[in-house]
Structures are given as C-alpha cells and as structure tokens.
T-cell receptor, first 110, second 117 residues
Framework: EDQVTQSPEALRLQEGESSSLNCSYT??????LFWYRQDPGKGPEFLFT?????EEKEKERLKATLTKKESFLHITAPKPEDSATYLC???????????WGAGTKLIIKP | ETGVTQTPRHLVMGMTNKKSLKCEQH?????MYWYKQSAKKPLELMFV???????ENNSVPSRFSPECPNSSHLFLHLHTLQPEDSALYLC????????????????FGEGSRLTVL
C-alpha cells in the first residue's frame, strides 16, 4: 500500500537554528514527490517537485532532497516567518492521486 | 479576484440541512479538486474534474455531491451530513490536462471550515 509518513509531528526551533524535516514514503514506482507549506487558516502552497533520487531543489532558506525511500526538507537559519505546517505528498506511476503525509508543524521562536 | 476563491469560509449546519460550497478559479486551469482536511490527518482527495469531466472516487459517501458547470467553477453539495464530516474542505486547481503526468503543483483556496451539529 502506498504510504507517506512525516516526522517529527512538530518541531520547535530557535531563530537561526537549522534543522531537517523528514518524509518517508513507500510507493509502487515513484512518479514525483511534492512539498507544500500551509499557514494557519490558509490552503497549502506549493514549494517543490522532486522526480528522481539525488535530485535537489532550493528556495530561499529551504532545500529539498530525495532518496529512494525518503525526502528531507532542510531549513537553514530559519526565521519566525518560516513557521508553518509543511506537507509532503507522492504520486505513484500510473495513478492520478497524490498520497499525502499528515505534515510537520514547524515553530520558529524569535 | 485572483487565484482560487472559496465561499463560504465558515459554515455551520445541522445533519438534516442541505448546503453547498463554492469554488472559483481565476487561473485558466484545466483541473479542479475537492480535498477534505481533518486535524492531524493527511489530505483526502474527494473529487477531481479534469477538463470538466469527473474522475470517480468511489470512497466518498453519496451525501457529498460535486458539480462542475464549467472549468472555472466547482461546487460541493452537502446533504444529511454526519458530525464526523466536520472538517476543512479545500478546493484546488491545476493547469494539467493529463492527471497521470501532472506536475503536482496544485493551487489551493483558503478552504471552507464546515461544522456539522
């Protein structure tokens, strides 16, 4: 069964304290892995798509990486405005649905 | 208006009521989606319309009925809901014409927070 597990469930960091969020997946033939950010009271906002192991994408303080079993979202020197819930999703080859993780709630304290 | 707009933002209804959620996208996209988001649970895809044609999702109870009159508008008609249906209902759109080779880039609205009493 296709499955996505995100860890930790919540992460509290001090401003400037770098860390990583994990997205582990099992899927029968990965077509793509996607990262989204969701602010309270808002819908998710697309961040990255990764298609193959070894691929990396960067945006400001965020860098997403992909292996055959998991993806990491690295946050370098985070700021309070990076506080949000980060969602990971995968799409299996031959399937139109995205399989979502439950998210990691990131809190950056000033 | 830009992006994806959902109304109402909040809705409280009894189990015997009939109500509808509305979604409008101003992006010229080809596909529209309804998702259900419950606290600490993954997003659940309810319905997809691609080029105005519904892609079936057999796991959704019949008390939820979607309607897509054109590529810009999407409705979710609600009837005799249960308290466990209380959740955030998110509408999204994407420019993909082929759902199986999509980019994964969905544009979401802010959601309709539904409470069923």
């Amino acid at each position: 069964e296709d499955q996505v597990t995100q860890s930790p469930e919540a992460l509290r960091l001090q401003e400037g304290e770098s860390s990583s969020l994990n997205c582990s997946y099992t899927v029968s033939g990965l077509r793509g892995l996607f990262w989204y950010r969701q602010d309270p009271g808002k819908g998710p906002e697309f961040l990255f798509t990764l298609y193959s192991a070894g691929e990396e994408k960067e945006k400001e303080r965020l860098k997403a990486t992909l292996t055959k079993k998991e993806s990491f979202l690295h946050i370098t020197a985070p700021k309070p405005e990076d506080s949000a819930t980060y969602l990971c999703a995968v799409q299996a080859a031959g399937n139109y649905q995205l399989i979502w993780g439950a998210g990691t709630k990131l809190i950056i304290k000033p | 208006e830009t992006g994806v707009t959902q109304t109402p933002r909040h809705l409280v209804m009894g189990m015997t009521n009939k109500k509808s959620l509305k979604c409008e996208q101003h992006l010229g996209h080809n596909a529209m989606y309804w998702y259900k988001q419950s606290a600490k649970k993954p997003l659940e895809l309810m319905f997809v319309y691609s080029l105005e044609e519904r892609v079936e999702n057999n796991s959704v109870p019949s008390r939820f009925s979607p309607e897509c009159p054109n590529s810009s508008h999407l409705f979710l008609h609600l009837h005799t809901l249960q308290p466990e249906d209380s959740a955030l209902y998110l509408c999204a759109s994407s420019q993909d014409q082929n759902l199986y080779t999509n980019t994964g880039e969905l544009f979401f609205g802010e959601g309709s927070r539904l409470t069923v009493l």
